[in-house]
């Protein structure tokens, strides 16, 4: 199956070689994007700058949590005796459902 933007690519493509009369809005409502994007797209085919694939794709997040920060956050838990909320308000680093999900991911909640 391909992607909404080979899609476009490949329409945009036969029309800028004449190989098809369909409008620009024509190609975006067949591929689902709006005019604007198609476009871009457009300007991105003729300058040869176009790419396929996200540039973050296969890149670890920028605010990832460190094993270590994980194994300190899961001893001090085991350590103490209050509740989750009491426990991220003390901790005051990371957000509440970012600790609940590791808590929960290990088994402690």
Do not use: W
């Not at 329409?11 to 190989?19: A, R, T, V």
């Not at 190609?27 to 040869?48: D, Q, S, V």
């Not at 005796?81 to 308000?89: A, E, G, Y």
């Not at 901790?91 to 991911?105: E, T």
Request: proline letters at 2%.
């Amino acid at each position: 199956m391909k992607s909404n933007k080979t899609l476009a690519v490949k329409l945009i493509k036969d029309k800028l070689e004449g190989k098809s009369f369909l409008s620009y809005n024509e190609i975006a409502e067949i591929a689902g994007y709006h005019p604007k994007y198609i476009l871009k797209l457009k300007k991105e085919l003729t300058e040869g700058t176009i790419k396929m694939v996200h540039g973050n794709k296969n890149r670890k997040p920028s605010n990832i949590m460190s094993e270590e920060e994980q194994e300190k956050i899961i001893a001090l838990y085991k350590k103490s005796n209050v509740s989750i909320r009491k426990f991220c308000n003390f901790y005051n680093r990371r957000s509440y459902s970012c600790i609940y999900n590791l808590l929960k991911k290990n088994g402690l909640v």
